[in-house]
């Protein structure tokens, strides 16, 4: 009977194609859904990542500070010997480093003006840069020393074309304001909320102005083969630069009841704290974009409510469907019961018929939402996208944790075996000889 009882449900379930159809295509569709958002959310946080870390030159980043004797802050690596000797001593491998620098600076153009983060690179020689931002105007070729590259929303409202002449206002590292001019070589492509914000400078150009040394600059950032690794080559740097007796800030840092994130939680920290001499910070890509992470969570909450709602109307469907069922089969119940068809049998037959149901609507939805997938990702939205950041490479791109499909394939089969069981315990509790007298 153990291998009967689940035929016989099968059996039942072709016999009533339509009705079997509508309710395996609600379930289908409420886990097409609710994975499309899962797989969005697990793309997610790696895209912007990795489109952060183009953007900022890297995954890893080492910042060095100096306090003045009156307490001003200076954010400055005067020697990067000490780091590099660090990243050779733990056997860590990075596909290249990139040095930056950056200014907060006020934009000036025939009577307009802009506040506008300048950053610092070597424009000459950074290709992954090249390869990210795409130029609305302009080119690669016009790149000189005192070279700028803005934003077309940034140029658009100082109405400047490639090949003006634009002064910056800012202050120099140890606090007095100075001036700069730039020829606007080339207008990108605003490729995202940030990007939009991002303007390009040569980093020895900038250097000099905000009064660093040959040599000097701000943050080191190390691009890696693979994202995953940030979090390992981070650890093992820091513990190889603290090993060589470098001052080095807590990564751990946190601030109990603030909504801060641990990121910014790090950073005020180390505002806080005071020291001598040259201090470093050891950084990831996915510490800066840690906010992200939080509407990750929050996706997938929504997605697990959408789930939860979509199939409580479900159970509702299925609750009325098999108490229906429960009547048209009156007599076919008290028949089994009649030829020895124990209580519990009755009740197991019913549930099978709602545990394949489930089975196959959520493998449906599962197969359904990969094609959906699929079919989404072969769309070329281009890089010049506003949703750029949470794109790869101008596409969309989805990742569906596997142990979070089987979580709601379980949760599904649960709910349904529920919706099912009270119509099945009414069935099994039939008196043979009521239910064969019964008429439908």
């Known amino acids: 009977m153990k291998y009967i009882i689940p035929r016989i449900a099968l059996r039942n ?28 959310a697990g793309a997610f946080i790696e895209n912007v990542s990795e489109n952060f870390a183009y953007l900022m030159a890297g995954h890893v980043f080492v910042q060095g500070a100096e306090k003045t004797p009156s307490g001003k802050r200076l954010s400055v690596i005067r020697d990067d010997s000490i780091i590099f000797s660090a990243v050779r001593d733990s056997g860590l ?17 025939e009577g307009k003006t802009i506040r506008q983060n300048l950053t610092g690179l070597d424009l000459a020689t950074n290709l992954f840069l090249r390869e990210r931002v795409v130029l609305r105007q302009g080119s690669w070729d016009a790149i000189g020393p005192d070279s700028i590259i803005l934003s077309e929303k940034i140029a658009s409202r100082l109405n400047v074309l490639p090949g003006d002449r ?13 001036i700069a001019d730039f020829t606007l070589a080339a207008i990108s492509v605003d490729s995202s909320i940030i990007g939009s914000v991002m303007s390009y400078v040569d980093l020895a150009y900038i250097n000099e102005a905000i009064g660093l040394k040959s040599g000097e600059y701000m943050a080191l ?51 806080s704290e005071d020291w001598q001499g040259s201090r470093y ?6 510490d800066i974009v840690s906010q992200a992470k939080q509407i990750v969570v929050a996706l997938d909450g929504a997605s697990l409510i959408i789930l939860l709602v979509l199939f409580a109307i479900v159970m509702i469907g299925i609750n009325n469907t098999f108490r229906m069922v429960m009547y048209e089969r009156i007599k076919e119940i008290g028949t089994m019961r009649a030829v020895g068809v124990q209580r519990k049998e009755i009740r197991s037959l019913f549930l099978n018929e709602a545990l394949f149901l489930a089975l196959g609507g959520a493998v449906a939805g599962l197969v359904l939402a990969l094609i959906a997938m699929s079919i989404l990702s072969l769309i070329d939205f281009g890089m010049n996208t506003p949703a750029f950041m949470i794109m790869k490479n101008g596409h ?11 979580f709601n394939v379980v949760i599904i089969a649960a709910l349904t075996l529920l919706a099912a069981y009270f119509p099945a315990k009414a069935a099994a509790k039939m008196e043979p000889a009521v239910a064969l007298r019964t008429a439908k």
């Open 93 to 109: 491998s990075y596909e290249f480093a990139t040095k930056t620098s950056e200014v907060s600076a006020s934009l000036f153009f």
């Open 396 to 406: 969309l791109s989805f990742f569906v944790p596997p142990l979070r499909a089987v």
């Open 221 to 271: 950032g190390f691009m890696l083969n693979d994202l995953k690794a940030a979090e390992a080559f981070a650890s093992r740097l820091y513990t190889s630069m603290a090993g060589m007796g470098i001052q080095l800030f807590d990564r751990s840092a946190n601030e109990e009841g603030s909504a801060a994130t641990p990121f910014q939680a790090m950073i005020r920290t180390q505002r």
């Open 13 to 40: 379930l072709s016999r009533q194609k339509k009705r079997s159809f509508l309710l395996g295509g609600a379930i289908a569709f409420g886990i097409m859904i609710v994975t499309l958002i899962n797989g969005f």
């Open 166 to 178: 634009i002064t910056a206002s800012f202050q120099t590292l140890t606090g007095q304001n100075n």
């Open 281 to 286: 910070s050891v950084y990831t890509i996915d």
